[in-house]
């Protein structure tokens, strides 16, 4: 059992199919197959369950995850101090965007230009992928929260957003309660949008069907413009839309930076951690 075989089995679990597991890490299936019937005769024990095509782990196979996840992270954040250490400076910063997304283009600009070396791997947050590596998860609530890893950056209001031909966009402010017959759009589950727009559907007293659901926010962005829906979110500088005031609901959403402290954190990590927060004070 090397780190090659940890690694294999953690892409095994990700990917739920030898197939998939196999075109990830540039293997042949048979020879995951072969690894996967090595690791289970070591450890004396199956580690998944045989669904078709579809792998997935038993109860042994879940506690032998923990430890591979754990022995990965431990081995990478050790090889990461050594060369920070020894003067080679890691240059990567990876991200999980679960919200704030419009945000991310501004801090990743302005960080660029006083670290120009850096390298950054954006990802869409998904819920049932494994984000091991992530440094940082950009993320919304509607509560305060307390955890000691995340660190809270700011709170914004959110507005109706509607396309500029939308007959809603005249108005100075409008009630939300006054607009369950409208045709919503929201974020898909991976994105805490849907959680907080539905949130305030439902103190507005209506509960829109979750059937206009767009994955994509630039997607989301070009059918408020071309009129196909309504939509909350936060202040944001389009021309083809128009953001109304909520007067009846108080509608905001707390912004959140949660770093990973099962890795390393790197000098440049650290410098993007402040350089977060400080673009954030500027703002308010």
């Not at 045989?50 to 992270?73: C, D, P």
């Not at 998904?126 to 000691?148: A, E, G, L, M, R």
């Not at 006054?178 to 907080?196: C, G, P, T, V, Y």
Request: charged content about 25%.
């Amino acid at each position: 059992m090397n780190l090659q075989t940890f690694r294999i089995f953690i892409a095994i679990n990700h990917y739920g199919k030898l197939t998939e597991a196999a075109k990830y890490l540039n293997l042949t299936q048979s020879a995951l197959s072969r690894t996967v019937h090595q690791l289970e005769k070591e450890i004396g024990a199956p580690l998944f369950n045989h669904q078709g095509n579809r792998i997935t782990l038993n109860r042994n196979g879940v506690r032998f995850l923990e430890m591979s996840k754990a022995v990965i992270a431990e081995y990478d954040s050790c090889i990461k101090e050594i060369r920070e250490e020894n003067g080679f400076l890691d240059r990567s910063i990876i991200i999980s965007i679960s919200s704030a997304g419009v945000s991310i283009p501004a801090i990743i600009h302005g960080f660029r230009k006083i670290h120009p070396e850096t390298w950054f791997s954006l990802r869409s947050h998904k819920n049932d992928k494994d984000d091991s590596d992530v440094q940082f998860t950009f993320f919304c609530t509607i509560d305060s929260i307390d955890d000691p890893d995340s660190v809270f950056l700011a709170e914004e209001e959110l507005y109706l957003t509607v396309g500029k031909s939308n007959p809603i966009a005249s108005q100075q402010s409008v009630a939300l309660s006054e607009l369950s017959s409208k045709h919503f759009l929201f974020a898909d589950s991976n994105n805490d949008m849907q959680r907080i727009q539905m949130h305030y559907c439902r103190l507005a007293g209506f509960a829109p069907e979750l059937d206009n659901i767009v994955d994509k926010q630039v997607i989301m962005i070009m059918l408020l413009e071309l009129d196909e829906g309504i939509t909350m979110l936060p202040k944001m500088n389009s021309p083809r839309l128009a953001q109304i005031p909520i007067h009846d609901i108080h509608c905001t959403r707390k912004i959140y930076l949660r770093k990973n402290t099962q890795i390393y954190e790197t000098r440049l990590a650290k410098e993007f951690e402040k350089y977060c927060i400080e673009y954030f004070r500027k703002r308010t």
